[in-house]
């Protein structure tokens, strides 16, 4: 899509649309349990019921993500998109063991299925309305860098595919007459989904403990710094080490010693680091770079051994 586009559809407007997309979804997926009497469609009505609650947890989390920085927290608030993800993530596993709990009593005791036409068709269209928001929010978490919409979306694709599933777990009982496929099928989208929501927990985790930021981006944060550094013969002139990164939310910190010869004014070393700052935001959007300035003859010393890069 128009990257321009991308840039407008911000999360808490994604979000928004998520939480009245649920609603809706929620309503088409009942409905469709409610004339069937299908435990996979009420399965799928059950995660749905999650989608709401992780979108509406979402949509809190990113409005506290966009907070300004403050005396208590001077680094920002971007880390409460991760609290989001977790919860989302957690809500998952709860629906699924739900929904393992209904689905094996049904697998002991099938019931018959009523009108399962209209049930197919609700389904379905519940199916596309969270598809193409799905699709929609993963381009633009890409663009914003969100764990928040990346998350929702991510949930979302699972919601699809547990549809697809069930769509296709009632087809094969109306071909079949085997009453006990609806509750296989419910089975499996619970193991399907719980597998998601441990994703999205050990992810939102891995955030909340520093992760460093993607290797692709620390591959253009090192291209970036060694186009400044310099060699005269045999001596180095600028030169960079102990680089450090981490990730919090859509924003990216790194930490970096740059060393100068010793006879460089402080006005001459100032100004080098401040196009070296600009260029590493230049090229990571969202970066925030603090970069320390040392002489060549002195070496930071850490306690911890693995710190040293």
């Not at 009982?173 to 006990?180: F, I, Q, R, S």
């Amino acid at each position: 899509m128009n990257a321009r586009l991308m840039e407008r559809l911000t999360p808490r407007r994604l979000l928004t649309v998520s939480v009245v997309v649920a609603v809706l979804t929620i309503i088409l997926k009942m409905g469709a349990w409610w004339i069937t009497g299908s435990i996979s469609l009420l399965s799928d009505a059950l995660e749905s019921l999650v989608n709401l609650a992780g979108a509406t947890f979402g949509l809190l989390m990113v409005t506290v993500a966009e907070r300004p920085a403050d005396d208590d927290h001077p680094y920002g608030h971007h880390k409460a998109e991760y609290f989001s993800s977790g919860f989302e993530g957690v809500l998952i596993i709860v629906a699924a063991l739900a929904i393992l709990w209904a689905a094996v009593g049904r697998l002991l005791v099938p019931q018959p299925l009523e009108q399962l036409g209209w049930g197919l068709g609700l389904s379905l269209l519940s199916a596309v309305l969270n598809g193409a928001l799905a699709w929609v929010m993963l381009q633009a978490a890409r663009v914003h860098r969100s764990m928040a919409l990346e998350g929702d979306a991510r949930h979302l694709f699972t919601d699809v595919w547990t549809s697809a599933g069930v769509l296709a777990g009632l087809v094969l009982v109306a071909w079949t007459g085997w009453l006990w496929l609806d509750a296989l099928v419910a089975i499996g989208v619970a193991l399907n989904i719980l597998r998601e929501g441990g994703r999205l927990v050990w992810k939102s985790a891995q955030g909340l403990m520093d992760q460093a930021v993607d290797a692709e981006v620390q591959a253009t944060i090192r291209d970036t710094l060694a186009q400044f550094e310099h060699r005269r013969g045999e001596a180095t002139i600028v030169r960079f080490d102990h680089l450090h990164t981490r990730r919090a939310g859509h924003r990216c910190f790194v930490d970096v010693h740059m060393h100068l010869p010793a006879n460089w004014s402080l006005g001459r070393a100032a100004a080098l680091r401040a196009s070296v700052e600009q260029a590493l935001m230049s090229a990571v959007p969202g970066l925030r770079a603090t970069i320390q300035l040392l002489p060549h003859q002195v070496e930071a010393h850490f306690q911890d051994e693995d710190d040293l890069i």
